[in-house]
């Protein structure tokens, strides 16, 4: 029906043409070819890629997307055949416009009802949502706006809740200092890991200590990108109630409320100049580091944590960091010296009869980015456990990735979604001091769980009671419920998703 739609509210914008004279008629094709060049090159390309219709929320990824991986995502999947037809569409829109000639217009008096009925047929393409989607140009620039709002909503209602006091307390034993830690991770599928009895040994240093860790099974991602992960893993807002993003509070503020010294140390950069996205939500920290600047791997949050680990501050101290993980491009993501995986020196990709060299090359650049990846989580439980204190390290990613699992299609997609994209590692780590504090811990690795409520997850983990808190959301309490739907964008994981093969 997208077609159809485009095509009648197309022949209505060529008939307001009808009515316009000598200059009007260039200067109304002038507009409409400007106005329509970046969404219709931006959706013809994401559809030539990904075989996918772009629409509003793959709009706000744009959006929300910072310039260092804009140019990454350009080098990793826009080929010459992309950039040649768009340069095309240009050319070629600008001919027929140089081209144009004055003609005789009709008069407005005589055929008023054509314009009046155009006009309408363009405003309801504007006014109504289902048809503006199916409209590139239109749908482009309402989800602008609707990105921009709700930023600027966002901005209103932190600056109102600064004026609220919050009642939380901490349950934990106040005779030592707790130290918490949660670890972001970034495109990582439990596909590609050998903790989850991938054929490859990506995950050699975790493993090594698998009795240390509880390695969930079940745990499923509720959106494929990360900026619309992160608006749910911070906050409480759900599939049920997304407006909870500006409505109530962060995790950020939870944890400041209930007296902790809250960090947010990132590799991944999070600032945006509309205010709005998840970086706002890191800015709440007491203490911020922005690491992305310095473009280096993820190793560089290691001498950052033990800054963190060792200064002066004797309050409780949670401490997030953020990864760039798997993010494409893999080979971007770790050292030469992690480079083990390499299928022409001994190809074990064998078993899927569409795999070329180029997938291949492409499967092994993300295997070592995990293996990369285990270095890093590993090394992180390390510093915390040599502080012999009350602490627990939490690590999840945002999302998973598909690299050739079943088919010819390797990325994250908002539609269309796979298993591979939808499953990821949750994996909980504790010191022996911490688990003596808190036997009223439900561990059961194999329940069912969407990280869209871990902010209820995290509350259980560090004793905080407060009005909003609902237990049956976590999966660490012993009223945890199984919630009827797991979804991934806008997928029932459990009846949809979890059937494609």
């Known amino acids: 029906m997208a077609w159809l739609t485009c095509l009648i509210v197309g022949m209505a914008l060529c008939c307001i043409n009808l009515f316009l004279k000598k200059k009007g008629e260039k200067i109304y094709s002038g507009i409409l070819f400007l106005l329509s060049l970046a969404p219709n090159i931006i959706v013809w390309s994401y559809l030539y890629l990904s075989n996918l219709y772009m629409k509003q929320d793959m709009f706000w990824v744009i959006f929300g997307t910072n310039m260092s991986e804009s140019i990454e995502y350009f080098d990793h999947f826009i080929n010459w055949q992309a950039i040649f037809v768009s340069f095309l569409y240009v050319l070629v829109g600008i001919f027929l416009w140089i081209k144009i000639r004055s003609k005789h217009s009709l008069s407005i008096r005589k055929y008023w009802f054509i314009l009046l009925f155009s006009i309408s047929i363009v405003l309801l393409g504007i006014i109504l949502q289902h048809l503006a989607q ?104 759900d599939h049920e109630h997304p407006e909870y993003y500006t409505q109530k509070a962060s995790v950020v503020e939870l944890f400041n409320a209930a007296g902790f010294e809250t960090y947010w140390i990132s590799n991944q950069a999070f600032l945006s100049k509309f205010g709005g996205s998840y970086g706002a939500i890191a800015m709440e920290s007491k203490h911020v580091y922005d690491l992305s600047v310095l473009k280096k791997h993820d190793e560089i949050v290691l001498p950052y944590l033990d800054e963190v680990l060792n200064d002066s501050v004797t309050a409780n101290k949670i401490i997030f960091i953020h990864l760039m ?79 050739y699992e079943t088919r010819d299609a390797q990325g994250h997609f908002m539609s269309n979604i796979y298993p591979c994209q939808s499953l990821i590692p949750f994996i909980l780590w504790q010191s022996e001091i911490y688990k003596e504090s808190n036997l009223d811990l439900v561990i059961d690795t194999s329940r069912p769980y969407s990280i869209e409520n871990v902010i209820h997850s995290l509350s259980t983990l560090s004793g905080l009671q407060y009005e909003n808190y609902q237990s049956e959301k976590s999966i660490f309490s012993t009223e945890y419920k199984v919630p009827e739907k797991r979804m991934v964008g806008k997928e029932d994981y459990d009846r949809e998703i979890i059937y494609k093969k």
């Open 325 to 403: 993980g798997s993010h494409h491009t893999y080979s971007y993501r770790y050292p030469s010296e992690f480079e083990q995986f390499n299928h022409a020196e001994r190809d074990d990709l064998t078993g899927k009869d569409f795999l070329n060299n180029r997938m291949k090359k492409t499967i092994d650049e993300y295997d070592n980015s995990v293996l990369y990846g285990d270095f890093i989580v590993n090394s992180i439980i390390d510093q915390v456990k040599d502080k012999n204190t009350s602490s627990f390290v939490l690590y999840f990613s945002d999302h998973g990735e598909e690299i």
């Open 134 to 237: 199916a409209i590139p140009t239109f749908d482009f620039y309402k989800s602008g706006i609707q990105f921009v709002n709700e930023s600027r909503n966002f901005q209103k209602e932190k600056e109102r809740r600064k004026k609220l006091v919050m009642d939380i307390q901490c349950a934990l034993p106040d005779s030592t200092s707790h130290v918490f830690v949660v670890v972001l991770g970034e495109s990582t599928s439990t596909y590609h890991m050998s903790l989850y009895d991938y054929f490859r040994e990506t995950n050699p240093l975790l493993e090594a200590r698998k009795d240390e860790l509880e390695t969930y099974t079940d745990v499923v991602t509720p959106d494929t990108y990360t900026i619309g992960v992160m608006k749910k893993v911070l906050t409480f807002a």
